[in-house]
T-cell receptor, first 113, second 112 residues
Framework: DAGVIQSPRHEVTEMGQEVTLRCKPISGHDYLFWYRQTMMRGLELLIYFNNNVPIDDSGMPEDRFSAKMPNASFSTLKIQPSEPRDSAVYFC???????????FGQGTRLTVV | GNSVTQMEGPVTLSEEAFLTINCTYTATGYPSLFWYVQYPGEGLQLLLKATKADDKGSNKGFEATYRKETTSFHLEKGSVQVSDSAVYFCALSDNYGQNFVFGPGTRLSVLP
């Protein structure tokens, strides 16, 4: 398996634009996580899915953020409209069970100017 | 809720020095414990894990023992190398809905 695949690796966008980040989890993994990493706040869990269903989205910072998982092999994290404070590295991870290790993608570095 | 506390560093060591990064946790039930490593510009990689009390996880010369009595999972390595320079994250996960809580990370720099 190629591991968790995220795209794009880098995204630069202007304030107010819509941004969509994509993730392909490891095949067979039932759990998918979206994290945001910044110097100030460290690694924050935004939302996680179990069998394509959102279980906990309490970490989503505000209504501008939304996440979907239309099928077992694809998830998106959308920011609309984007703001400079959204600049961060966004990671997707997947795991087989809740108590097993999570495998991380390479991340998407988002810069909002 | 569950939480993880680890020394934030940065930690600077000379090559071949002994490394300890402390990690303690608070959790309901019996979580699995993990150490992840993040090299510059990359995602987090699993370094080692332990799933029950007294288990020892080990990989690439790193070790950590799941201590239920002290709720700790300290990371150790007997002789660090320059290539070990990275950020190390302690994490826990359980099957009660609190998934993958991470510590703040500890930046390690190893000087030749």
């Amino acid at each position: 398996d190629a591991g968790v695949i995220q795209s794009p690796r880098h995204e630069v966008t202007e304030m107010g634009q819509e941004v969509t980040l994509r993730c392909k989890p490891i095949s067979g993994h039932d759990y998918l996580f979206w994290y945001r990493q910044t110097m100030m706040r460290g690694l924050e869990l935004l939302i996680y899915f179990n069998n394509n269903v959102p279980i906990d989205d309490s970490g989503m910072p505000e209504d501008r953020f939304s996440a979907k998982m239309p099928n077992a092999s694809f998830s998106t994290l959308k920011i609309q409209p984007s703001e400079p404070r959204d600049s961060a590295v966004y990671f997707c991870a997947s795991s087989l069970f809740t108590y097993t290790e999570a495998f991380f993608g390479q991340g998407t570095r988002l810069t909002v100017v | 809720g569950n939480s993880v506390t680890q020394m934030e560093g940065p930690v600077t060591l000379s090559e071949e020095a002994f490394l300890t990064i402390n990690c303690t946790y608070t959790a309901t039930g019996y979580p699995s414990l993990f150490w992840y490593v993040q090299y510059p510009g990359e995602g987090l990689q699993l370094l080692l894990k332990a799933t029950k009390a007294d288990d020892k996880g080990s990989n690439k010369g790193f070790e950590a023992t799941y201590r239920k009595e002290t709720t700790s999972f300290h990371l150790e390595k007997g002789s660090v190398q320059v290539s070990d320079s990275a950020v190390y994250f302690c994490a826990l996960s359980d099957n009660y809905g609190q998934n993958f809580v991470f510590g703040p990370g500890t930046r390690l720099s190893v000087l030749p």
